[in-house]
T-cell receptor, first 117, second 112 residues
């Protein structure tokens, strides 16, 4: 399977614990996005990488959230001191684009569903 | 700020019939891209169709086509000959320079 993969698929954690999610994009894709999706809503942008550089972060991304893409390949999203409001589906998407223009269609992974108890 | 509005939380269509899902967006940009994504229950989101704002011709992908009205900032999706496998949540999305903005989705039910 050469699509976007995410691990784990489900995570249940207690409030206050730290969690880390991993995303493996399609191998030739240089752009990687993290989104959060709650029930009945569309994905909300969290952050974006071009290669290893984190170029943009949403105001939704509090200081408890951090993301990395150390070698421009896989990415991790860590949430520290989780809160019940962090419960959501966390989606990763990747795309390829060498220029500022272009559609950059995003290919999504299956998501990691986080439940904070 | 860019916003995407899908005013139909739920739609239903009889199998083999045609259905149109609505989407409007707000932007001050002239160059952008629009997309429709499909998210089946418990499955990952997949791209259905895309439209470049600079193209006047409406995009078509097999049974899926769009009606892009740039002046009205409207981007509707038409599904012809609906099939049971079309049942899913459909999201309209707008791409600005970097970010993608998604609507709240329309849940489509296909009635056998």
């Amino acid at each position: 399977d050469t699509g976007v993969s995410q691990n784990p698929r489900h995570k249940i954690t207690k409030r206050g614990q730290n969690v880390t999610f991993r995303c493996d994009p399609i191998s030739e894709h240089n752009r990687l996005y993290w989104y959060r999706q709650t029930l009945g809503q569309g994905p909300e942008f969290l952050t974006y990488f071009q290669n290893e550089a984190q170029l943009e972060k949403s105001r939704l991304l509090s200081d408890r959230f951090s993301a990395e893409r150390p070698k421009g390949s896989f990415s991790t999203l860590e949430i520290q001191r989780t809160e019940q409001g962090d419960s959501a589906m966390y989606l990763c998407a990747s795309s390829f684009g060498r220029t500022a223009g272009g559609p950059w269609e995003q290919y999504f992974g299956p998501g990691t569903r986080l439940t904070v108890t | 700020a860019q916003t995407v509005t899908q005013s139909q939380p739920e739609m239903s269509v009889q199998e083999a019939e045609t259905v149109t899902l609505s989407c409007t967006y707000d932007t001050s940009e002239s160059d952008y891209y629009l997309f429709w994504y499909k998210q089946p229950p418990s499955r990952q989101m997949i791209l259905v169709i895309r439209q470049e704002a600079y193209k006047q011709q409406n995009a078509t992908e097999n049974r899926f086509s769009v009606n892009f009205q740039k002046a009205a900032k409207s981007f509707s999706l038409k599904i012809s000959d609906s099939q049971l496998g079309d049942a899913a949540m459909y999201f309209c999305a707008y791409r600005s320079a970097v970010q993608f903005y998604f609507g709240t989705g329309t849940s489509l039910t296909v009635i056998p």
